[in-house]
């Protein structure tokens, strides 16, 4: 019973793992989305700007970039407090699935133990029972 409750909480941790795995990996490609618009936009601005542009276009293209610049740089962050959440939302599982197998490894080693006895004592009753048998059957003649 304890053991099928450890591998409960061991399969509910990997599948918290495994969705923490996926919003990172899905922040990631955002991220990723973000740093070549950025890319492109800044390319787009430096082609603009070698021909000659007004005053106030140039500073729309800055003030864009710079507003691009922070988006990526929360998103950084925030993919930074995911990897963190996702390491350890991988080691609480490591450490429930390994706390269930040697749970798992125990009862299976217990259970085997039992078998034994129960084996050791059914031959013992056999024993006795061969023995009485063959006494009464010497008696009897």
Do not use: C, P
């Not at 003030?63 to 962050?77: M, R």
């Not at 129960?118 to 061969?130: G, N, P, T």
Request: glycine share 6%; hydrophobic share 40%.
């Amino acid at each position: 019973m304890v053991t099928d409750i450890k591998e409960t909480q061991a399969k509910a941790a990997l599948e918290a793992f495994a969705v923490a795995q996926r919003k990172f990996s899905e922040l990631q490609a955002q991220l990723e989305n973000l740093r070549v618009y950025r890319m492109e936009y800044q390319d787009k601005f430096n082609r603009l700007g070698s021909g000659g542009v007004k005053v106030a276009q140039m500073l729309e293209y800055r003030s864009f970039i710079e507003k691009l610049d922070k988006a990526i740089a929360g998103q950084e962050q925030t993919l930074s407090m995911l990897d963190a959440e996702k390491t350890l939302k991988r080691k609480r599982w490591e450490d429930l699935h390994f706390r269930a197998q040697g749970l798992q490894k125990i009862s299976t080693a217990a259970l085997v133990t039992e078998m034994k006895q129960e084996d050791k004592r059914e031959q013992v009753e056999q024993d006795e029972r061969a023995g009485r048998l063959g006494r009464d059957v010497s008696v009897g003649t």
